[in-house]
């Protein structure tokens, strides 16, 4: 939107790629390294196609010049900004994003600022046409994580090694402009930061009015508006060790941002509770004066204050264009679905109040890596965006669709979003806090941490055919964690076509799996089960139904399709041919057929063995149980199997029929191994002794019906998290789900 557009259009939709940068010790963790996007040339012709005005793009100094300027590698920028302005997308260019710059300065460096604005300078020259900069992105939390928390180099945990980082950042983003706005006289500064407010109970409030002011320090300081009557004032002078000199300097030199850049996030708002017991240990701390736990407060009674309150803050304290640059939620897809059209609800609706609102900025566009570990680790944790990067190319996802409706001025009516994302729902609550209280909960949980309370479910419902045996019990439960509305029934013995319509008419499902025939497999034998007594007839004019009523639809069946002789792993490009010897595969073929038949648009999955919390793989188990016994365990060495996490299985098969995919993918997790080394890597997640594992070729074990030789593979895109980190999961879920039996017993 140019300047001095009229209130009565819409915001702009701009974009942004996740591009952090950050050191951790003597390590750089690279965001566009781990997307693959360096090595894909087409992705800013994807991200175009989308309908964007303009993207948030990185020329960083830690990787054009980790050498210096001298020895500066401007090819990936050069190509990179050529296209973009081929396409007619403005880019936002961006210089540090959480990083400390190159090896040899960092945040503590007297130096640093005229360091990077003599980058900056080099960047204006080179590329005289970009008129939106952002020198350093949100340099508050950058300096709470840097210099506060210790999360990133250089690893301070005080508030003068903050407030010294924050003033580093902020004297350098003033000086890069000032570089860059001497060859681009017109150049605008886009300035960024994490926003959010902080609630407490009423004996924390002096903690909360401080975190509040805090949160607006870097754009402040910016605008020059740091003097003696500021509430930090004293705070910065006194306890953390800053210098009148140092803040008349921003009075003196102020650098207001042409647009208030606003990140907003379902963690941004916290809130504080001194009653520790109600929360988890992991969530305490305190200031010195009091102990507390911070908590989300979206999981608290007064639950978020939301993107309008957070665009209209920002328009009111001072009075410049604002936007939202970063949305980004990660979830269930639905949820990442509801996020994008509450912010945009909110800046249109900001906006015709009268607030200057530019743009809405959908993030991550590909995606996320491992930020439930603040960055601080490479684990393989992954959050997509707009297109998922796991597969040979990147892969649009339901977010892709709403961002191309949104630029288009149109409204993406998806029937997996319709209700409250969980933010906004009744029971978003933490375990154990009253409505009519004030207490908080606990930040947003991961699953190395605990699971989600139950959520209330809302719109249309997803039909899976199994009622709650074998894995439509991992459906059930995700549908319940997702709030998506869930029925389960059992498959009757005949069907006409007419009680297949009054079915779907009943229950009114946008989507529809079939389960029925899925239980965990061990090495040992794969057991005869019926089919559910569901003819191939009824199970493709059951497809037929669902493609005439736009239902999507899943067909849920295993590696038994293939043979598994010789070659390499079965992937989505092989041909199925279920071995002899199990009569199970040729069933599940035959009715992945049947519904591929009547629904075209059927997304086929196919899995490894799977096992959950609540169905154990018995392999397993019994190594285990050997172990803890002091006794030795034998398990075939020249057979490799791939499994799949049951709850892993029943999201990611949510998500793919909310973005609408069809046709096969195997779904298993990563890296298929031998039985012998599954057992090795459970006992050595268990505390156990590996050694004890005894690797036996499988011929003399005397399987009756071995799992095929060749477990599954995929081409079209590894979804599933690393094996490590799921066994580890699923031993400490295993535990707490024998807790609960045992309780509800």
């Not at 693959?36 to 830690?62: K, N, Q, T």
């Not at 491992?370 to 998922?388: I, M, Q």
């Not at 199970?584 to 992945?592: F, H, K, P, S, T």
Request: hydrophobic residues 45%; charged residues 25%; aromatic residues 8%.
């Amino acid at each position: 939107m140019p300047d001095g557009a009229t209130h009565g259009e819409l915001p702009e939709l701009w974009a942004g790629i996740e591009c952090t940068v950050n050191r951790v010790g003597d390590r750089w963790l690279d965001q566009l390294a781990r997307s693959g996007h360096y090595d894909r040339h087409d992705d800013l012709d994807r991200i175009a196609d989308l309908g964007v005005r303009a993207l948030r793009y990185p020329v960083l100094w830690e990787l054009v010049a980790p050498r210096g300027l001298a020895a500066a590698d401007w090819r990936r920028a050069d190509a990179g900004l050529a296209r973009l302005r081929a396409r007619g997308v403005r880019p936002i260019v961006g210089l540090v994003h959480h990083g400390s710059g190159p090896a040899g300065t960092d945040l503590l460096d007297p130096a640093f600022p005229e360091k990077l604005a003599a980058y900056a300078a080099a960047v204006a020259r080179r590329y005289p046409w970009v008129e939106h900069w952002t020198p350093v992105n949100e340099p508050v939390t950058t300096a709470r994580f840097s210099g506060l928390y210790g999360h990133w180099y250089p690893h301070g945990r005080d508030d003068r090694t903050f407030v010294r980082a924050l003033l580093t950042e902020l004297r350098a983003t003033a000086l890069a402009m000032e570089a860059i706005r001497a060859v681009i006289p017109g150049a605008k500064l886009v300035q960024t930061e994490d926003m959010g407010r902080t609630t407490s109970t009423p004996r924390l409030a002096y903690q909360a009015d401080f975190d509040n002011a805090r949160r607006w320090l870097g754009f402040d300081l910016l605008c020059g508006r740091v003097d003696a009557a500021h509430p930090l004032y004293e705070h910065l002078v006194v306890r953390a060790a800053a210098t009148e000199a140092d803040l008349a300097w921003f009075r003196a030199h102020p650098s207001p941002p042409d647009v208030v850049g606003l990140n907003y996030y379902v963690t941004s708002d916290r809130h504080l509770d001194e009653r520790l017991e109600r929360y988890p240990a992991w969530s305490h701390g305190g200031n010195g004066r009091d102990a507390y736990a911070d908590v989300e407060a979206a999981r608290a009674p007064e639950g978020l204050a939301g993107h309008r309150w957070v665009l209209a803050e920002g328009w009111r304290r001072y009075g410049l264009p604002v936007a939202l640059t970063e949305v980004h939620l990660g979830a269930g897809r639905e949820d990442q679905l509801r996020w994008l059209a509450e912010a945009w609800d909110a800046a249109v609706a900001v906006r015709g109040e009268g607030a200057d609102v530019r743009a809405v900025t959908v993030w991550s566009l590909l995606g996320a890596f491992d930020w439930n570990t603040l960055v601080t680790a490479d684990r393989g944790y992954y959050e997509p965006g707009a297109f998922d990067v796991r597969g040979p190319r990147p892969r649009a996802t339901a977010l892709a669709a709403m961002t191309r409706a949104l630029a288009r001025g149109e409204r993406l009516d998806h029937p997996a979003a319709g209700g409250s994302g969980w933010w906004r729902r009744p029971d978003r609550l933490f375990p154990g806090c009253p409505e009519d209280e004030d207490p908080g909960r606990a930040p947003h949980p991961t699953p190395a941490e605990c699971a989600r309370p139950p959520i209330t479910a809302a719109g249309p419902a997803v039909l899976v055919l199994g009622g709650r045996a074998g894995l439509a019990e991992a459906f059930a439960r995700a549908c319940a964690e997702r709030g998506l509305a869930f029925v389960g029934i059992d498959r009757p013995e005949r069907l006409t076509a007419a009680e297949l319509a009054a079915a779907l008419d009943h229950h009114a499902p946008w989507a529809l799996v079939d389960a029925a025939d899925t239980r965990p497999e061990d090495p040992a034998a794969s057991e005869e089960l019926p089919r559910g007594n569901l003819a191939d007839g009824a199970l493709r004019a059951l497809a037929e139904e669902c493609a005439r009523r736009g239902v999507r639809i899943a067909s849920l069946s295993s590696d038994l399709v293939f043979d598994g002789e010789g070659g390499p792993d079965r992937t989505e490009a092989d041909l199925p041919a279920p071995l002899p010897a199990h009569p199970r595969g040729q069933r599940e073929l035959a009715a992945e057929r049947a519904i591929a038949a009547g629904h075209p648009g059927a997304l086929l999955v196919r899995t490894g063995a799977w096992f959950a919390p609540w169905r154990p793989l018995a392999f397993l188990s019994a190594a285990l149980e050997a172990l803890d016994a002091g006794a030795s365990f034998t398990a075939a060495e020249d057979r490799r199997v791939a499994l799949t996490y049951g709850l892993d299985l029943a999201h990611t098969v949510l998500d793919l029929l909310v973005d609408g995919e069809a046709g096969p993918w195997h779904l298993v997790h990563p890296e298929p191994v031998s039985w012998a080394e599954l057992a090795r890597r459970a006992a050595r997640i268990a505390d156990l002794d590996p050694d004890r594992i005894v690797g036996v070729p499988a011929a003399t074990l005397g399987l009756a019906r071995p799992r095929p030789h060749r477990p599954l593979g995929t081409v079209r895109g590894a979804l599933l998290a690393p094996l490590d980190s799921v066994l580890e999961r699923y031993l400490r879920e295993r535990v707490a789900e024998a807790a609960r039996v045992q309780l509800a017993g």
